[in-house]
Protein backbone atom coordinates (compact mmCIF):
# COMPACT_ATOMS: atom_id res chain seq x y z
CA UNK A 1 0.00 0.00 0.00
CA UNK A 2 1.53 3.17 -1.11
CA UNK A 3 0.99 6.75 -0.14
CA UNK A 4 2.25 10.18 -0.69
CA UNK A 5 2.07 11.23 2.52
CA UNK A 6 5.84 12.59 3.47
CA UNK A 7 7.41 10.59 6.11
CA UNK A 8 8.73 12.09 9.14
CA UNK A 9 10.43 9.18 10.16
CA UNK A 10 12.86 6.47 8.81
CA UNK A 11 13.45 3.21 11.55
CA UNK A 12 16.20 0.95 10.21
CA UNK A 13 15.19 -2.57 11.73
CA UNK A 14 18.57 -4.46 11.72
CA UNK A 15 18.62 -8.42 12.84
CA UNK A 16 22.86 -8.71 13.23
CA UNK A 17 24.26 -11.65 11.99
CA UNK A 18 28.11 -12.45 10.65
CA UNK A 19 26.81 -14.48 7.55
CA UNK A 20 23.59 -12.49 7.15
CA UNK A 21 22.55 -9.59 8.40
CA UNK A 22 18.55 -8.80 7.95
CA UNK A 23 17.60 -5.05 7.18
CA UNK A 24 14.36 -3.44 6.97
CA UNK A 25 13.20 0.41 6.43
CA UNK A 26 9.91 1.42 7.56
CA UNK A 27 9.13 4.86 7.03
CA UNK A 28 6.42 6.76 9.30
CA UNK A 29 3.85 9.62 7.97
CA UNK A 30 2.83 12.52 10.01
CA UNK A 31 -0.36 10.86 10.46
CA UNK A 32 1.83 7.99 11.85
CA UNK A 33 0.81 5.22 9.15
CA UNK A 34 3.56 2.88 8.43
CA UNK A 35 5.15 1.74 5.31
CA UNK A 36 7.87 -0.44 4.40
CA UNK A 37 9.94 1.28 2.56
CA UNK A 38 12.79 -1.79 2.12
CA UNK A 39 12.98 -5.37 3.03
CA UNK A 40 16.05 -7.42 2.78
CA UNK A 41 19.52 -9.24 3.75
CA UNK A 42 23.06 -8.59 3.13
CA UNK A 43 25.25 -11.90 3.21
CA UNK A 44 29.19 -11.77 4.05
CA UNK A 45 31.82 -13.92 2.32
CA UNK A 46 32.42 -16.97 3.75
CA UNK A 47 35.92 -17.91 2.43
CA UNK A 48 37.50 -15.45 5.05
CA UNK A 49 35.39 -17.55 7.90
CA UNK A 50 38.16 -17.53 10.38
CA UNK A 51 38.88 -13.56 10.08
CA UNK A 52 36.47 -11.71 11.92
CA UNK A 53 37.94 -8.51 11.87
CA UNK A 54 37.34 -8.79 7.94
CA UNK A 55 33.49 -9.59 8.31
CA UNK A 56 33.38 -6.84 11.02
CA UNK A 57 34.49 -4.30 8.18
CA UNK A 58 32.01 -5.84 5.91
CA UNK A 59 29.34 -5.84 8.23
CA UNK A 60 30.41 -1.89 9.10
CA UNK A 61 30.60 -1.04 5.56
CA UNK A 62 27.29 -2.73 4.38
CA UNK A 63 25.37 -0.33 7.32
CA UNK A 64 27.12 2.58 5.96
CA UNK A 65 25.88 1.95 2.68
CA UNK A 66 22.29 1.55 3.72
CA UNK A 67 22.13 4.39 5.62
CA UNK A 68 23.54 6.58 2.59
CA UNK A 69 20.72 5.08 0.30
CA UNK A 70 18.14 5.21 2.86
CA UNK A 71 18.92 8.22 5.49
CA UNK A 72 17.26 5.77 8.11
CA UNK A 73 16.71 8.64 11.31
CA UNK A 74 16.67 5.95 13.63
CA UNK A 75 18.05 2.17 14.33
CA UNK A 76 15.84 -0.60 15.79
CA UNK A 77 18.41 -3.62 16.21
CA UNK A 78 17.64 -7.29 18.02
CA UNK A 79 19.46 -8.14 20.94
CA UNK A 80 21.29 -11.16 20.74
CA UNK A 81 19.22 -14.25 21.99
CA UNK A 82 21.05 -15.91 25.17
CA UNK A 83 22.39 -19.54 23.74
CA UNK A 84 24.22 -21.94 24.76
CA UNK A 85 27.46 -21.46 22.29
CA UNK A 86 29.66 -19.30 23.64
CA UNK A 87 31.48 -18.31 20.36
CA UNK A 88 28.60 -17.76 18.71
CA UNK A 89 27.18 -15.38 21.12
CA UNK A 90 30.40 -14.19 21.14
CA UNK A 91 30.33 -13.42 17.48
CA UNK A 92 26.60 -12.13 17.41
CA UNK A 93 27.58 -9.02 19.94
CA UNK A 94 30.56 -8.06 18.08
CA UNK A 95 28.37 -7.81 15.04
CA UNK A 96 25.70 -5.81 16.65
CA UNK A 97 28.10 -3.42 18.44
CA UNK A 98 29.42 -2.95 15.12
CA UNK A 99 25.77 -1.77 13.49
CA UNK A 100 25.29 0.33 16.75
CA UNK A 101 28.71 1.91 16.54
CA UNK A 102 28.26 2.75 12.82
CA UNK A 103 24.33 4.06 13.58
CA UNK A 104 25.32 6.54 16.55
CA UNK A 105 28.63 7.42 14.01
CA UNK A 106 25.75 8.80 12.09
CA UNK A 107 24.12 10.67 14.67
CA UNK A 108 21.30 8.15 15.01
CA UNK A 109 19.33 6.77 18.16
CA UNK A 110 19.64 3.52 18.92
CA UNK A 111 17.11 0.98 20.60
CA UNK A 112 17.60 -2.47 21.29
CA UNK A 113 14.29 -5.10 21.88
CA UNK A 114 14.68 -8.82 22.67
CA UNK A 115 13.58 -11.46 20.24
CA UNK A 116 10.66 -11.72 23.18
CA UNK A 117 9.63 -8.31 23.20
CA UNK A 118 9.82 -8.33 19.13
CA UNK A 119 7.18 -11.35 18.71
CA UNK A 120 5.33 -9.97 21.80
CA UNK A 121 4.45 -7.07 20.50
CA UNK A 122 4.06 -7.90 16.87
CA UNK A 123 1.81 -11.25 17.67
CA UNK A 124 0.91 -11.17 21.09
CA UNK A 125 2.22 -14.15 21.70
CA UNK A 126 6.42 -13.91 23.00
CA UNK A 127 7.04 -17.38 21.92
CA UNK A 128 5.20 -16.99 18.14
CA UNK A 129 7.46 -18.55 15.66
CA UNK A 130 9.20 -16.32 12.69
CA UNK A 131 6.73 -17.55 10.49
CA UNK A 132 4.06 -16.67 12.73
CA UNK A 133 5.72 -13.00 13.68
CA UNK A 134 5.91 -12.77 9.27
CA UNK A 135 2.14 -13.38 8.98
CA UNK A 136 0.89 -10.77 11.12
CA UNK A 137 4.08 -8.21 9.69
CA UNK A 138 1.82 -9.20 6.27
CA UNK A 139 -1.08 -8.27 7.54
CA UNK A 140 -0.12 -5.00 9.14
CA UNK A 141 1.70 -3.30 6.07
CA UNK A 142 -0.59 -5.11 3.42
CA UNK A 143 2.95 -6.61 2.05
CA UNK A 144 3.74 -10.00 0.96
CA UNK A 145 7.20 -11.42 2.63
CA UNK A 146 9.06 -14.15 0.99
CA UNK A 147 9.65 -16.92 3.52
CA UNK A 148 13.52 -17.50 2.34
CA UNK A 149 13.53 -14.02 4.00
CA UNK A 150 13.30 -14.50 7.38
CA UNK A 151 15.94 -12.47 8.74
CA UNK A 152 14.39 -9.61 6.74
CA UNK A 153 11.53 -10.13 8.01
CA UNK A 154 12.59 -10.21 11.86
CA UNK A 155 14.14 -6.90 10.79
CA UNK A 156 10.86 -6.08 10.01
CA UNK A 157 9.82 -7.09 12.86
CA UNK A 158 11.97 -4.77 15.02
CA UNK A 159 11.84 -1.51 12.88
CA UNK A 160 7.79 -2.35 13.78
CA UNK A 161 8.38 -3.22 17.38
CA UNK A 162 10.16 0.40 17.74
CA UNK A 163 6.90 2.28 16.13
CA UNK A 164 4.96 0.23 18.68
CA UNK A 165 7.09 1.20 21.33
CA UNK A 166 7.57 4.75 20.70
CA UNK A 167 4.88 6.41 18.31
CA UNK A 168 5.81 9.89 18.67
CA UNK A 169 9.65 9.84 19.12
CA UNK A 170 10.83 12.58 17.46
Excluded at 17 to 22: A, D, R
Excluded at 133 to 160: H, P, R, T, W
Amino acid sequence: MQNNEPFSRLILGIDPGTNVMGYALVGITTTQKMQCKALGVVKFPTQKEEDNVYKLAEIYKSIQQLLQQHQATELAIEAPFYGQNIQSMLKLGRAQGVVIAACIAAGMSVTEYMPKKIKMSITGNGNASKEQVAKMLEQVLKIKIDNKYLDASDALGVAVCHFFQHPHQP
